[in-house]
């Protein structure tokens, strides 16, 4: 309601002065004669009753729209700093980062604490590998897995079916361990990413909360594929032993089959 009488006031005290700055131009542009006949000069009187008029009007009808925006938008500023983003439960906030901050760098210092505990140089290797948290040390595994475990038998040593199982198994065995360093290298990512986002927190201004909650949503959600990835591989691993299991079964009875029928040959020879 004060806009619009401030918007009023200002078109009328705009079309006065328009008036009044056309109307002494007119007698300014009239002869020397014309004017004099009008007595004094009166160029200079009514351009000061338009002034005058007008710095009426500024005082009355447009200083008072004018003050009450100004009150509104006192107001309104007086909100946002005591209601909106009160200074204190800003600066607690950025208190409580700072803390954070402290623990973040306990937290990274307690994550990637040495675990190694393999005492033999074959596998050593492998367990260095297996927690270098290096995805280029993916490469190195399969090697270093072959000299503690070995490779898949000949052919001459074992039956197909057999062979098929124990490269199965080991193919399983070796793609848990590169998960298992890949998530590792992408756990460091997320405790940087985390990192950052308290330290931008730190100086962030109210304003900017949207955007780093945003920031902090992304990652969340890469976090959670993260997890289901590594849960995907659990349940590959948990696969394979319940698959082998099953084989070993179908081995043994196939072997007391075999077993069966040599002994009835046996008999049936025997017989005779």
Same mark, same amino acid.
Not at 2 to 7: K, V, Y
Not at 130 to 140: F, M
Not at 198 to 210: E, I, R, V
């Given at each position: ?10 078109? $009328? ?18 002869? %020397?004669?014309?004017? =004099? ?14 002034? %005058? ?5 500024? %005082? ?13 938008? !006192?107001?309104?500023?007086? $909100?946002? !700093? ?9 600066? +607690? ?7 954070? +901050?402290? !623990? ?12 190694? %505990? ?9 367990? +260095? =590998? ?68 308290? +330290? ?28 289901? =990835?590594? &849960? ?12 082998? !299991?099953?084989?070993? &079964? ?23």
């Amino acid at each position: 309601m004060e806009r619009r009488s401030f918007i009023r006031a200002w078109n $009328f005290v705009r079309n006065a002065l328009a008036l009044t700055l056309a109307f002494a131009i007119v007698v300014m542009l009239l002869p %020397s004669k014309a004017r =004099s006949q009008l007595g004094l000069d009166p160029c200079c009187a009514i351009i000061s009753a338009g002034l %005058s008029t007008i710095s009426d009007l500024l %005082s009355g009808v447009v200083a008072k729209p004018l003050g009450g925006i100004q009150q509104l938008e !006192q107001q309104s500023f007086n $909100f946002e !700093q005591q209601v909106v983003f009160p200074l204190t439960a800003i600066n +607690q906030a950025r208190g409580l980062a700072v803390q954070f +901050q402290g !623990q973040f760098a306990q937290m990274r210092q307690t994550f990637q604490a040495p675990v190694s %505990s393999a005492t033999l140089a074959t596998p050593q290797q492998l367990e +260095q =590998s297996l927690l270098s948290r290096d995805p280029a040390a993916v490469s190195q595994i399969t090697t270093n897995y072959d000299s503690l475990y070995g490779a898949v038998m000949a052919a001459t040593d074992a039956p197909q079916p057999v062979r098929d199982l124990v490269d199965m198994t080991d193919a399983e065995a070796q793609a848990a361990m590169k998960k298992a360093v890949e998530i590792d290298a992408l756990a460091d990512l997320e405790l940087q990413a985390a990192e950052q986002i308290n +330290q931008q927190l730190q100086t962030a201004a109210p304003g900017s909360a949207a955007i780093l909650e945003a920031q902090t949503s992304a990652w969340l959600v890469r976090a959670n594929a993260y997890t289901q =990835s590594a &849960m995907a591989e659990l349940v590959r691993v948990r696969s394979i032993e319940l698959a082998n !299991q099953g084989a070993q &079964m179908k081995f043994s009875t196939a072997h007391t089959s075999n077993l069966h029928s040599a002994g009835g040959q046996v008999l049936q020879q025997g017989a005779h």
